[in-house]
Structures are given as C-alpha cells and as structure tokens.
C-alpha cells in the first residue's frame, strides 16, 4: 500500500507536464514579416497591453532576405483582427539580448484573420539596436562622441559627490517641473496668449534680425572690452564699498535738505502757474518744427549720401589747402582790376539805360513781328547824281569817314549821362568837380 503511493504521485506529476506542454503549444498561429530578427529567439514572449498573450515558435529567413516569425496567439486574444500592429522591442536598455513582440490588436468591428495569416513590414516594425546606430556615424563622429565620453569623465573626476547629489534632486525636480506644467496648462486661455504674444515677438525680432545681430555682435565685443579692463574693474570693484559708504552719508545729508527743498518748491509753484499755458503754445511749435528738425538731421548727415553737411566737413581740410593759393590769387586779381571797376562804375547807367532803351527801341511790330529802324553810316560809296536816279561809286579804304559831311565829337557827355539824370544828383557823374570841362559836359543830357 505505501509503494502504491509514490508510484500515484508520480503518474500524477506525468499528468500535469503533459497537460502544461500540451497547453503551451496551442493557440492560433500567425507569421509576421519583419526587416529583421533584433536578436529574437524562439520562446520569447508575444505581448499585448504588457500581458503574455503567446510565444515565438520559429523564426525563418525569406526569399528577399527578411525575417519571417511564426507566433502563436493564446486565448482570448486570438483570434486578431485586421489593422493589427506589431513591434519587437527589449524589456530595459540592460537587456541586451532580451527581446519580445508587442502586438497592438485591431479594432473588433473589423474582419478576423484566419490562422496562418501574414502580417507584412508595412505593420510591422522592427527593434533599432545600439550598434546600429553606432554604424551610422562615420569613423570621425566615432571619434569625436569618444571625445565627448572621455571628457565627461574628465569632467566628472573628483566631483562624484556633487553628481551623485545632483542625481538625488533631480527627482524632486523633475516632480517640481510637473507641478509647474501643470499651473501652467490650469488656465489655457492665458497660456495660449503667451503663445501667441511669444510668436508675435519672435516674429518681431525675426523682422530685425540684422538689428539683433548687431546687438548681440556689440554686446560680445563690449564683454570683451570689459574682460580686457578686468584689472580696472576689479579696482572699481575694490573702491565701490566706499563709494557706497560715502552715498549713504550724502543721502543721509540729503534727507535733512529735503526740507529746505520743499521751502524752494513751494516758493516756485506761484512762478510755474504760467509754465503750463506757455507749454501748450509751445506744443504746436514744437510739432510744425519736426519736418523742419528731420530735413536739418538730413543735410547734416544722410546715409548713403556723399553731399550731406558731415561730407563738407571732412573736406573742409582739402578746401582748405586749395583756398592757400587760391585766395592770394584772388586778392591780387581783385587788385589789379580795382581801377577797371572804379572807371566802369560811373557808367553803369549808361550800360542799364541801354539795355532798357534798345528793347523799348524793338517794342513796335507790324504783320512780320517786331523791328527797329536802323540807320548805319559806313561812308564806304559817294553818291553821283546823274539825272537818271544817280550812281554809288565805292570809296577808296583811305577816303572812308573823311567825307566833310561826317561830323565826329558833337557830343561831351560825362559818364552816366546817356539816360536822364536821378533824382539824388549822381550822375551825370563828375567825380566832384574833378573831370576837366573840356572832357565832358555835364549839361548834355537826354530831355525828360
């Protein structure tokens, strides 16, 4: 009877494996196509929502050289439905060769897949391993993430403590940031017009980009100038407490001449009542002077211009040069010709007289438009009067103006007095009494 008992035992345990193997292998078996294995094995898991939903029976190497996994879905998953998705992917970064499938199942209302069915690539995707994307940067980038690699660990020497403290908040902070968010996205109308007000001011400085840049280029240089001055600031820096010392005992003195100041104020409003009036006149001024104030900022300097008032300046220098010899010239010359002009000037009546007498001399016109009647002598022929109407005979160059017709010098007119005389008595001009008689005559003069 006591040997009965083992012997049950163990046809018992035969039982239950062969229940448990028999379980493992059912299921409704589908082949899902992938670009490639990422490692899987035969055994790993199907999962779907996180839960084990099957097994991976055999992996094969297709005619286009993908790889073709035969999975088996367990009950009630099984069977699938059309729009499923699958995914191979690895429980945690440490698990290098631990890999599983994710199956994303389709919607009920759509048709089910028979057993057997295939899933292609177009729904499926496959796990990207480190060393695949290591293969894709080029032996320079290699080295250069080393370089970055091995100078975080330069970086890092000696300052465990403080990167091992940095790692303990950054919990606490990231719970903080959370926190942050989600005040934020509490009111999402005002988050919303910061979005918008931020994209307007990007918009903005994107339109003066040239402007920001300039700003930032002088903001660099002017750091470096200060970073040249270290030296001095750190003396301004070092004499700056006792500046300070020294402002708080003149405000502290300033504060007991407030009161004298609000003596000054009150004696002043009687003074500034009529300020007012005399600014709102003065506003209008100020706003009719604006053009006149942009035009006078454009002849002193126009950008782009080569004839603004900054331009006269800078070549002030070469007029300058040129005025050293030209002036003495100009001085000389208007020396030498100050005779010509003391003798021209008497006449200038004259030669103003003539200019108005001879237009009004060709104001008449007829049908042909306006003349002037002209009587020239040359004295070049001598008239012979035959009885026939007479004859011109040509004189000889010596017997021109010697006819005793001619008569030369009949007048004596001083200068100026080609025109009627003003009334001021300045011309006819005898330069007080000193032309001689016998030179002119101031008597001879046109009748009014």
């Known amino acids: 009877m006591r040997r009965g008992l083992p012997l049950a035992a163990l046809i018992a345990a035969l039982v239950v494996l062969v229940l448990v193997l028999t379980s493992s292998g059912g299921g409704t078996t589908y082949r899902l196509v992938f670009q490639n294995a990422g490692q899987l094995v ?12 099957g097994r991976v029976k055999d992996i094969e190497l297709t005619k286009d050289n993908r790889a073709q996994v035969t999975v088996s879905v367990d009950k009630p998953y099984a069977p699938l439905h059309e729009g499923t998705t699958a995914v191979i992917r690895s429980p945690s970064l440490s698990g290098v060769a631990s890999r599983y499938i994710s199956l994303t199942p389709g919607p009920n209302f759509k048709p089910k897949w028979r057993a057997g069915a295939t899933l292609r690539t177009d729904s499926t995707t496959s796990i990207v391993d480190l060393d695949q994307l ?15 690699i091995q100078g975080s660990a330069t970086q890092y020497a000696g300052k465990e403590r403080l990167a091992n403290l940095t790692a303990h908040y950054f919990s606490p902070a990231l719970a903080t940031t959370t926190r942050v968010a989600d005040e934020i996205s509490s009111d999402n109308k ?19 980009r040239n402007d920001l840049a300039g700003l930032v280029s002088n903001s660099g240089r002017t750091a470096s100038a200060v970073a040249a001055q270290s030296r001095s600031l750190s003396q301004a820096l070092g004499a700056l407490p006792g500046a300070l010392r020294q402002g708080n005992s003149t405000f502290v003195d300033l504060r007991s001449a407030l009161g004298d100041l609000d003596k000054l104020v009150a004696a002043s409003k009687t003074g ?12 209008p001024v100020v706003i009719e002077a604006t053009p006149t104030v942009q035009r006078l900022r454009q002849i002193v300097y126009r950008p782009g211009a080569s004839n603004d008032l900054t331009d006269q300046l800078r070549q002030l220098p070469q007029l300058a040069k040129l005025t050293d010899v030209v002036f003495p010239r100009a001085v000389n010359t208007l020396r030498q010709s100050q005779p010509i002009i003391e003798f021209l000037r008497p006449y200038t009546p004259d030669l103003v007289g003539f200019l108005r007498d001879f237009g009004q001399g060709a104001a008449p016109y007829d049908a042909n438009g306006h003349y002037v009647r002209v ?30 017709d001619l008569k030369f010098g009949n007048l004596r007119r001083c200068p ?16 007080n009494g ?12 046109p009748t009014r």
């Not at 500034?272 to 506003?283: E, I, M, N, Y």
């Open 134 to 148: 290591f293969n894709t940067l080029d032996p320079r980038t290699q080295r250069a993430l080393q370089q970055v």
């Open 434 to 445: 000193a032309l001689p008689g016998s030179d002119c005559d101031p008597s001879e003069v």
């Open 375 to 404: 009587s020239p002598i040359f004295d070049a022929y001598s008239f012979n009067d035959d009885g026939h109407g007479g004859t011109l005979d040509p004189k000889q160059p010596d017997q021109r103006g010697v006819s005793p």
């Open 272 to 283: 500034t009542k009529g300020l007012a009036p005399f600014l709102k006149q003065l506003r």
């Open 190 to 208: 005002a988050f919303t017009d910061f979005l918008v007000n931020t994209s307007s001011l990007v918009t903005a400085l994107a339109a003066r």
């Open 42 to 53: 035969t055994g790993d898991t199907v999962q779907i929502g996180g839960v084990p939903a």
């Open 416 to 431: 100026g007095a080609a025109t009627a005389p003003p009334a001021d008595g300045s011309a006819p001009f005898v330069d």
